[in-house]
């Protein structure tokens, strides 16, 4: 009996699945294992939104093997622990899982390549979490990696595709007798739901997100996608993060009008920043930018940072987006852009302490994708462009991305009676209009922490002197 092992790690579904394609291919037996890894869940990434959305998927997709005659077996522990035992166990040779490109993920499966190896178990790596399906092969003519957007989305553009694969109708039954533990509750991993109405996990949570995004909000997509509140974007990145669905049949899916193709470079910059987390690894704790190692003097104010998370800050469309995290353990891609600016610029406080609180609480964390876009908007990153055009006016972006107050009004409730002509700028309004609308500001909205202007002037500065 030839029995083969899917570690499922980013890849919680059945359609579009190489992995569990090739463990299929000439075994009588296929076991579809997830590792609770401790250094995953208690590790500098550790997040109880973000694993409460995995245990959601891990629920779905059990629901899912199992109405397909087999199941999920659930271990705790190191995978270079785990997978020998269980492997020896079922007296398996090969064990399929899913390339990852996080410098954690690398030196996991080093290690769990060198204990399989030991055992005389072999461990094949697939395609199957980015659209290309290896975007670290995507070079330029010299042979070295990307490190501009706009070339690699061409060179990417004409890399070669997979087709996508369709879900298996059975799959074999799990082997008598072996040991499955429940997907335990968030609670009984020592972690809180720290959001209070996150997306639901899971393959069919996404496929309805992805059925709904694709009928119609695709095709306004370019239009759309930067008003916030407006609903423009997919939602569909936690879904993809933990590979609930596959950004390659994402693809393939899409139709062939202009919002659909401007969606479909968004889906580049994640095998982007894929691709230079995995060439790049030391970029996930500095700058990738050598001048700026080290060289930044940035803050430590304690008491602007807490401002920021809780969104205290004073300004509205920052405060909404911080508000919108802690909702939703999401946040809107401009508003990313526009939070990232001002902590880094206005606050002048070190990118890495944005990088891990968004960490903790998005759903959608990804370490790629954040580091990259916090590197990106803090000016230390690839991509780079003079430090004043990524400086954001959070006025004027609140004019700009919400201008009818949406997104502000819905986020900060303090401000939903005040007159649209002082909501970018409530500290501004005089004293009758701030009782007329019931928001007295430094009482029931707060003054801002910081002066905008005089900020951005201080930022120039702080790079010039670092660079
Ligand atoms: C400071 C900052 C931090 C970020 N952190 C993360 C993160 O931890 N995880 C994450 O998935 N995205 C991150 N992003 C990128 C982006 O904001 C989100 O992917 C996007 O908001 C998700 O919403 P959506 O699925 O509706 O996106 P859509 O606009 O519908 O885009 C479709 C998909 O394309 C990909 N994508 C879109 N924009 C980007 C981008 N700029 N970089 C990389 N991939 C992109 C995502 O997978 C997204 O789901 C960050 C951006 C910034 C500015």
Not at 167 to 192: A, H, T
Not at 242 to 248: I, N, P, Q, T, V
Not at 251 to 275: I, K, V
Not at 407 to 413: D, I, K, S, T
Request: one cysteine or more.
């Amino acid at each position: 009996m030839d029995t083969a092992i899917l570690w499922l790690r980013r890849d919680l579904r059945l359609s579009d699945h190489p992995a569990l394609a090739a463990a299929l291919e000439g075994a009588d037996s296929v076991v579809p294992v997830f590792c609770l890894d401790p250094r995953l869940l208690h590790g500098r990434h550790r997040s109880g939104p973000r694993t409460q959305f995995l245990l959601e998927s891990l629920q779905d997709l059990e629901r899912g093997l199992e109405q397909r005659g087999s199941g999920l077996v659930v271990r705790h522990g190191e995978p270079e622990r785990e997978l020998p035992r269980l492997a020896q166990e079922l007296r398996a040779a090969r064990v399929h899982a899913t390339a990852d490109v996080s410098p954690l993920a690398v030196r996991r499966d080093r290690d769990v390549h060198a204990a399989l190896d030991r055992a005389g178990i072999a461990l094949h790596l697939h395609p199957g979490l980015f659209v290309a399906d290896e975007p670290a092969a995507i070079l330029t003519q010299s042979g070295s990696a990307y490190t501009v957007f706009t070339p690699f989305y061409r060179a990417w553009l004409r890399a070669p595709r997979r087709s996508p694969l369709p879900p298996p109708e059975r799959l074999p039954e799990l082997p008598s007798g072996i040991r499955r533990e429940q997907v335990p509750r968030l609670e009984d991993l020592g972690l809180k739901q720290e959001v209070e109405r996150p997306a639901s996990g899971g393959q069919t949570a996404a496929e309805r997100c992805a059925k709904a995004f694709l009928g119609e909000r695709v095709n306004a997509y370019g239009s759309e996608r930067d008003i916030l509140g407006s609903g423009g974007s997919s939602g569909l990145s936690p879904y993809l993060h933990l590979g609930c669905l596959s950004a390659r049949e994402l693809e393939s899916r899409l139709p062939l009008s202009t919002g659909a193709q401007q969606f479909r470079r968004q889906l580049c910059w994640r095998d982007f920043y894929a691709q230079l987390l995995r060439t790049f690894p030391a970029n996930a704790r500095s700058e990738h930018q050598r001048r700026y190692r080290g060289a930044i003097r940035w803050s430590r104010a304690q008491g602007d940072f807490e401002a920021w998370c809780r969104g205290r800050t004073g300004y509205p469309v920052v405060d909404a987006a911080m508000r919108q995290l802690l909702q939703e353990g999401w946040m809107h891609n401009r508003a990313r852009l526009i939070v990232g600016s001002f902590l880094t610029k206005d606050l002048g406080i070190d990118w890495r302490w944005g990088e891990r609180w968004f960490m903790r609480m998005l759903i959608d964390g990804d370490e790629a994708n954040n580091n990259g876009n916090w590197q990106w908007i803090a000016s230390v990153g690839v991509d780079p462009q003079p430090v004043p055009r990524r400086i954001y006016n959070p006025t004027r972006q609140q004019a700009r991305f919400d201008p009818d107050g949406t997104f502000v009004r819905r986020y900060v409730p303090e401000l939903a009676q005040v007159p649209a002509a002082y909501l970018a700028e409530p500290w501004t309004m005089p004293e009758h209009v701030q009782t007329q609308a019931g928001c007295r500001i430094g009482h029931d909205y707060p003054a801002p922490i910081v002066d905008h202007a005089q900020a951005r002037r201080g930022a120039i500065e702080r790079y010039r002197q670092a660079g």
